[in-house]
């Protein structure tokens, strides 16, 4: 018989240690020959991201100790690297400088010169290598002139390293990303687009012939603009035609540029997001397929409907669109060669995975885990697992918003009978973000401590077309906050949770949401905020170069708005908080500085209103590192339990 215990209180197998000692960041994919190749971030090597090699026979580290395959681009970074007949390019965290290695032959190579001093001089993202010429081609941030960064695609010669930081192909745009070289060499695809647009607002793809010595010839834009998101360009196998993805129906759909021609067609128009926002570089949601045998053009594509992500293939003949059965609802760094498919995915009772696909034969294979611990029976960690449900609840407006809810559970364990279980509202960051619907022993470390779970898919989030998207537009501190709070009512009105022990947590933006929902909302008995905004002014005036207009359309332009974005901070109306809230920052977040949480910490601690403050050495913008992680976790339960939920802990 389980135990009796209130429901926040129970002791789960699940812990901070465990998650962070068992659990890796799993990312970028690449096909090159008949190897499989990845990006892992360690959190026990202190955040360091590797390049790995894998097969059935098992995994190969290509970038040795101590280089650490990571861009600070954009700074959220991204395509830190690819691999061409086996040699990898990396751009190293340490020093921002291009390297190759042929793992395990010889020590990289550095292949830019070295910055002057101890800051990144230039940063490098989303290389190609452009065999016929020699040359490594990709996005290139400069920062030797000091003020803002120059963002170029540039050419660096592979033929002497080290000579220079590269030759600038394409310049005059304050964003470019995505470089594609067509399959004779002959043309180059890129994206480009200008203050104050983020990615996901307005991008301009491009293509341009490139001469006998490779300079890029008249450019000129095939589609996009200022108020169409175009994302994912791919030449086709034969050069005779480009793939995209574009939102211009509302919804961010597959098409075909013929260039012969010049005209566009869409292919398989449907309401579902076949892109994702572009905060870092290189992300991939579909490829070509290249059989080895003739047949018709195919494009492997994954697109995200309702909330749920599905795989399937496109025939470019017949425009149908065949779904893939597999056991994963997300999915992400689609890769293909020949009838093999790469890719990352995940499910609400699969970890984030590493996966090869045989299109042939359906017939799949997991290369590589976030985590092994469901693998240990002997720890039986399953059996704590809860399930997750698909919630959509009224908001303000008369319109509707979504989530995903995590109801309590463990087996040792149930709650009194006149007792209904906290919820932790957890707000993601962008705010142009998701939900994710894949095992995350994060929130099951709560979930196994009786604490419901509800992720919220607020108004402005990804996954349900532009117009949600755009109800952020303006409104970023009432639309988002006002969806936490409404979901939070929606499942004590249905008798899930209890009101009065209703907490919110977030990171970046999530964060803060999370501050102004309990700045101007009484909704919430506390919470949590990683490394959140709580002066919009100071973000507008400090923050790094991709985001620094972001607040023009998120809460209008500055300074001609400077009183509305006063009105939003919930620093400046800190006198109206009294509910405990806990601080987590990154010492070098050069995206959201140390001073936007600590500002807001002294405030707090001059009312006398209970607070806590983690400060972590060797952190930026999200958190990397094992022990940080650990504490992080351990550091807000027991928040909420002495200063919240008032009930006794077992970790």
Known sequence: MPTIARYGSWKSPITSELIA?????????????????????????????????????????????????????????????????????????????????????????????????????????????????????????????????????????????????????????????????????????????????????????????????????????????????????????????????????????????????????????????????????????YAWVRPDRAGPDRIVASYVADGLGHLAVLDLETKTLTPIDLPFTEFGSVRALGERVLFRAAAPNHPLSIVVLDLASGSHRILQKST???????????????????????????????????????????????????????????????????LSLSTQFWTSRGIAVLDVNYGGSTGFGREYRERLYGNWGIVDVDDCVNGARFLAEQGLIDAQRAVITGGSAGGYTTLAALVFRDAFAGGASYYGVSDAIALARDTHKFESRYLDWLIGPYPEM??????????????????????????????????????????????GCPVGYFLFSGEQHGFRKADTIKRCLDAELAFYAIEVFKIGLRF
């Not at 190293?92 to 990289?108: H, I, K, S, V």
């Not at 140390?594 to 601690?605: D, G, I, K, T, W």
């Open 21 to 285: 000692a068992q659990s890796i960041a799993l990312s970028e994919t690449h096909l090159d020959g008949d190897k499989c190749y990845w990006l892992e971030g360690r959190p026990q090597e202190q955040g360091r991201f590797v390049v790995v090699c894998g097969d059935a026979a098992g995994t190969n580290d290509l970038t040795p100790k101590p280089f650490n395959a990571r861009t600070r681009v954009h700074e959220y970074g991204g395509a830190s690297w690819t691999v061409v007949d086996g040699v990898v390019y990396f751009s190293n965290f340490a020093d921002g400088r291009l390297y190759r290695t042929r793992g395990g032959e010889a020590a990289p190579q550095a292949l830019t010169p070295a910055p002057a001093d101890s800051g990144h001089q230039w940063r490098f993202a989303a290389g190609i290598i452009d065999r016929g010429r020699n040359r490594w081609i990709g996005v290139r941030e400069d920062h030797t002139a000091g003020g803002e960064a120059v963002n170029t695609i540039v050419a660096v010669d592979l033929a002497e390293p080290g000579r220079d930081a590269g030759q600038v192909l394409v310049g005059g745009n304050d964003f470019v990303a995505a470089p594609r070289l067509s399959p004779d060499g002959r043309a180059l695809l890129w994206l480009a687009w200008q203050h104050p647009n983020m990615p996901w607002n307005g991008t301009t793809l491009f293509v341009a012939e490139l001469d006998a010595v490779g300079n890029v010839r008249e450019p000129r834009p095939i589609a996009g603009g200022a108020t169409e998101s175009v994302f994912q360009p791919e030449w086709s196998p034969d050069g005779q035609a480009i793939v995209f993805v574009s939102d211009r129906s509302n919804w961010w759909n597959l098409y075909r540029y013929d260039l012969s021609t010049r005209t566009t067609q869409p292919l398989a128009p449907m309401q579902a997001e076949f892109g994702v926002p572009q905060w870092s570089l290189g992300a991939a949601t």
């Open 372 to 438: 092994r611990i469901l693998d240990q029976p002997e720890l039986g960690i399953g059996d704590y697992l809860t399930t997750v449900k698909s919630v959509e609840f009224p908001t303000t407006g008369g319109k509707t918003a979504f989530g995903l809810l995590y109801p309590p559970h463990n087996p040792d364990y149930a709650g009194p009978a006149d007792e209904k279980p906290p919820l932790l509202v957890k707000c993601h960051g962008g705010p142009t973000g998701a939900a994710s619907s894949s």
């Open 562 to 607: 400077a009183e509305r974005y006063r009105e939003r901070s919930p620093l400046y109306h800190a006198e109206r908080l009294s509910k405990p809230v806990i601080f987590f920052q990154g010492e070098e977040d050069a995206i959201v500085p140390p001073n936007q949480s600590e500002a807001m910490v002294e405030v707090l601690r001059r009312k």
